[in-house]
C-alpha cells in the first residue's frame, strides 16, 4: 500500500520546501509521514470543516496550500479553530501537509498558472530568489566525460532558462599519485600519475545539491572525484515570487 510519504516525495521533488519564503512554514505540520495512505484532501485552508470532510470521506491525508500551523504555537487549549482542527486531525490520525510559497516560487506553480488563466505572455519572476544557483566544477577522465555528465544532467544539473544539457569542458592534464591504502580506476601506489582529463562546468539550483553530488560519484570512475562548489551572486531566472 502506497505510504503518505511517498506523496510527500513526489511534492517535495515538484515544488521544493528549499524554495519557500523565510517567513513560511510548508512541509508536514501534522501526522505521521509512514502511514498507509487511505485517501488525500485537497484544500486552500486548513479548518474545522475541511477536518470533518476529511473523517466523512475516509481521507487521512490533507494537503493545503495555507499552513495551519504558521508561527509558534505554546498552547492548545480549543479556543480557537486551530486549536480545534489539530486535535481532531491527531485524534483522526490525519496528516496535514502544507506546500505554500514554495509551490508559489515554482515555474509552473500557483503564481504561473494564474498568468496563463489570464493569457499572459512572456511572464517572468516578479522577486527572484538571491544566491539559488551554484556552480560545479568536476574533473573526470576524457574517456568518461559524457557518461558523467549524463548522470549529472539527469538530475537537474545545467539547465538555463530555457536550454537544457547546458556545460562548459576543458581539457588539461590531472596528476595524482595514490599510497599504499588506495584503489585508483588507474595508476599505481607511491607513483605519480598523469593523464587527460576534462574539467567540466555547469549550474545547478542549490536545493539539487545532494542529488547532483551523488550522481557525480554514483558515475564516476575514480575512488575519489575532484569537485568543488560555488554558490552564485546569480539569481534563477524561473524560480521566485509573482509573474509580470
Not at 107 to 114: Q, R, S, Y
Not at 119 to 134: A, E
Request: proline share 5%; net charge negative; charged share 15%.
Amino acid at each position: 500500500m502506497l505510504q503518505i510519504s511517498e506523496v510527500i516525495t513526489y511534492l517535495e521533488t515538484l515544488a521544493p520546501l528549499a524554495l519557500q519564503e523565510s517567513y513560511d512554514n510548508c512541509g508536514l505540520l501534522i501526522g505521521d509521514a509512514q502511514a498507509p495512505l487511505k485517501g488525500i484532501l485537497i484544500t486552500l485552508d486548513v479548518t474545522e470543516a475541511i477536518i470533518q470532510e476529511a473523517i466523512a470521506e475516509g481521507c487521512n491525508f490533507i494537503i493545503a496550500h495555507h499552513p495551519i500551523i504558521f508561527k509558534g504555537i505554546k498552547k492548545i487549549n480549543n479556543t480557537s479553530y486551530i486549536d480545534r482542527s489539530i486535535v481532531a486531525a491527531i485524534k483522526n490520525d490525519i496528516a496535514i501537509y502544507a506546500i505554500h510559497t514554495n509551490l508559489d516560487n515554482i515555474w509552473h506553480g500557483v503564481n504561473h498558472k494564474i498568468a496563463e488563466k489570464l493569457g499572459l505572455i512572456n511572464c517572468k519572476p516578479l522577486q527572484t530568489i538571491s544566491q539559488s544557483l551554484s556552480k560545479f566544477s568536476f574533473y573526470c577522465p576524457s574517456s568518461h566525460t559524457e557518461e558523467v555528465l549524463s548522470a549529472v544532467h539527469a538530475v537537474g544539473a545545467g539547465v538555463v532558462g530555457n536550454y537544457t544539457r547546458c556545460a562548459f569542458t576543458s581539457p588539461g592534464t590531472g596528476q595524482f599519485m595514490p599510497n599504499a591504502a588506495a584503489k585508483p580506476f588507474q595508476g599505481s601506489a607511491d607513483k605519480l600519475e598523469q593523464t587527460l582529463e576534462d574539467k567540466v562546468e555547469l549550474v545547478f539550483p542549490n536545493y539539487l545539491k545532494s542529488k547532483v553530488v551523488n550522481a557525480l560519484r554514483a558515475a564516476h570512475p575514480y575512488e575519489e572525484p575532484a569537485f568543488d562548489i560555488t554558490l552564485l551572486e546569480n539569481n534563477h531566472p524561473q524560480i521566485g515570487a509573482g509573474r509580470v
